[in-house]
């Protein structure tokens, strides 16, 4: 079964970056897409950004376009997102998830915390 480990969470100040990395158990990581998703306090999940498997795009939310970069590496079984000019509003829970046929995989999470 597909495992999932965060790291790379903190604080950190508004303007500033962190960057995430989410490594994979299995060596069929090429053949899953892979998400960052985030939950904030009182808060629903949301999606952060998806790249598909293999070697397809990678979709950002909105509200990180332009701040927030995916990086993959299907060789090191690691997903990365890279966290510019962060917000107070970003902060949140960062889960890693994979989905292949349908099967879902969440990693424990990360916190992630922007102050002003």
């Known amino acids: 079964q597909l495992q999932l480990v965060e790291s790379g969470g903190g604080l950190v100040q508004a303007g500033g970056s962190l960057r995430l990395s989410c490594v994979a158990s299995?060596?069929?990581?090429?053949?899953?897409?892979v998400s960052w998703y985030r939950q904030a306090p009182g808060k629903e999940r949301e999606l952060v950004a998806i790249?598909?498997?293999?070697?397809?795009?990678?979709n950002y939310a909105e509200s990180v376009k332009g701040r927030f970069t995916v990086f993959r590496d299907d060789g090191s079984r690691t997903l990365s997102l890279q966290m510019n000019s962060l917000k107070p509003e970003d902060t949140a829970v960062y889960y890693c998830?994979?989905?292949?046929?349908?099967?879902?995989?969440w990693g424990q999470g990360t916190q992630v915390t922007v102050s002003p």
């Open positions: 790249s598909a498997g293999f070697g397809g795009r990678t």
């Open positions: 299995e060596v069929t990581f090429n053949t899953y897409d």
């Open positions: 998830h994979a989905q292949r046929f349908g099967i879902t995989t």
